[in-house]
């Protein structure tokens, strides 16, 4: 919380906490938790695209309004770079090799990862781009198909007209 007197943010206060919610591309949730001052969550989604995270305070809103600030410090690791390996070796008693396997077993799957990505994200362009061309096919046969139609409307005007007036 900040304190208005000595301008600064306090340490941890007790009983300030977080509530933590993501939310896959899809609107599903996939993390729907309560944590307090401090605190750390992961979550593997298998959907790719833009995820939502909201953050809420369990503060009293009387609080924020009344002129409170909270500080809050969200660090995102994404893929591999998220699993801490010391922490793996050590719980899981794994060799220097082992742990090394894994790491290197992690960044396969997260380049497999990475491939169907760009394999969703080539395909909906190739869909669009095709949708596009074919919507400027439609529109360029519908300006030719007018074109046409007005040259025979004037066609037939003119000679009409100088039929009319008796010049033909």
């Known amino acids: 919380m900040w304190d208005k007197h000595k301008e600064v943010f306090l340490p941890s206060t007790p009983g300030l906490g977080m509530h933590v919610e993501v939310k896959d591309p899809e609107g599903k949730v996939v993390l729907s938790r309560q944590y307090g001052s401090e605190g750390r ?33 969200l660090d995102i690791q994404v893929g591999e770079h998220a699993n801490n390996y010391p922490e793996i070796a050590a719980k899981d008693k794994l060799t220097e090799l082992q742990l090394r396997a894994r790491q290197l077993l992690d960044q396969v799957e997260q380049i497999q990862k990475e491939q169907d990505y760009q394999r969703y994200r080539e395909e909906r362009f190739r869909l669009t781009s095709e949708s596009t061309n074919q919507r400027v096919l439609w529109w360029s046969i519908a300006q030719t198909v007018i074109l046409i139609l007005t040259g025979i409307w004037q066609m037939r005007h003119l000679k009409s007209f100088f039929e009319a007036k008796k010049l033909v």
Do not use: E, K, W, Y
């Not at 953050?55 to 410090?73: D, I, Q, W, Y």
């Open 41 to 73: 969550f992961t979550f593997t989604s298998h959907t790719p695209g833009d995820h939502q995270i909201c953050l809420h305070s369990n503060s009293t809103r009387m609080a924020l309004f009344a002129g409170g600030r909270l500080r809050v410090h």
